[in-house]
């Protein structure tokens, strides 16, 4: 396949927003050669946006690159790809072993003469706590404010340990009890849509790209409805993207969602999104990406 050298020059082009330019790795560049590429979901945009962002000739290839840009509706590619996400989002259950993790590195960094401040997050990692969070008391005003304190109580050494992570490494913030669930917060606080790097992750400053993630939680995909591509992934996948090491995944099949009509007198949203549910859960979306679309000119459907 020949060479595209897409992840250098070829689709970095620069933009400007409110009288200052900044740049944007573009698909423009791969229109020529893949006519259809404008029409692909969404979702796949976002991941071969990652690709050309995070080319480097070894782990993503101009081979990557060509085969997702090549991704049809009726002729699906079943090839791996090397996906970087932008953040990680822990729950208590896996970050603060990982948290362990980054402290032990470090003391073996000591121990080989080393300098341990370059342990670090290759990645942004928010971990929120409230997983674990017990209900003791509740049915009083003064219950949100009991339990808080029962549950540093508990386990004020845990916190004492996560509060010393969240100063010593760089990339990491710790969010407390008492703020709220993981998913709760990442939507309401944690998500960026867009980023804007500085050379500390590329060679070139400003350069704007989506916000991805992959989290521990459950959850996680709740981050979707903002239209950041996110999902959930085990601990060892997550450590490893924390770390700066890709997740490895083949390129997913996309199940389009087109919704018409109006909701019968009634029913509910709750309906609509069990009923919903249930007919993707028939259709088989594991492994998949769902993708919810309208279509203005019907040109083009999604996979149903």
Request: hydrophobic share 35%; aromatic share 8%; charged share 25%.
């Amino acid at each position: 396949m020949e060479s595209t050298n897409l992840g250098k020059s070829d689709s970095l082009k620069t933009i400007e927003i409110s009288k200052k330019q900044y740049k944007i790795y573009s698909l423009k560049s791969l229109y020529k050669k893949h006519k259809h590429l404008k029409k692909i979901p969404f979702s796949l945009k976002v991941l071969l946006e990652n690709l050309l962002r995070n080319f480097d000739g070894k782990k993503v290839t101009d081979k990557d690159i060509n085969y997702l840009a090549s991704w049809d509706e009726k002729n699906k590619i079943k090839n791996e790809i090397a996906y970087y996400p932008a953040r990680v989002l822990m729950q208590d259950f896996t970050g603060v072993p990982a948290v362990v993790d980054l402290a032990a590195m470090r003391d073996e960094t000591k121990d080989q003469s080393g300098d341990p401040s370059i342990i670090n997050p290759n990645k942004p990692v928010d971990l929120v706590i409230d997983h674990s969070v017990m209900v003791d008391t509740y049915a009083s005003p003064e219950s949100f404010q009991n339990n808080v304190h029962l549950e540093y109580k508990r386990n004020k050494e845990r916190y004492s340990f996560l509060k010393w992570g969240q100063e010593a490494f760089q990339g990491l913030r710790v969010v407390p009890p008492g703020t709220g669930i993981c998913h709760q917060v990442n939507l309401e606080h944690l998500s960026k849509v867009i980023w804007n790097s500085s050379n500390k992750d590329y060679k070139e400053n400003d350069v704007l790209y989506p916000d991805t993630l992959v989290g521990t939680d459950s959850h996680t995909t709740m981050i979707n409805a903002l239209g950041i591509l996110g999902w959930g992934v085990g601990g060892i996948e997550a450590e490893a993207a924390m770390l700066g090491q890709p997740i490895s995944m083949l390129i997913p099949d996309v199940i389009g969602v087109e919704l018409k009509g109006n909701l019968p007198e009634g029913t509910t949203a709750t309906d609509l999104v069990l009923d919903i549910v249930h007919r993707l859960r028939e259709h088989g979306v594991v492994g998949k990406f769902v993708e919810f679309f309208w279509i203005r000119n019907k040109k083009f459907i999604l996979s149903r």
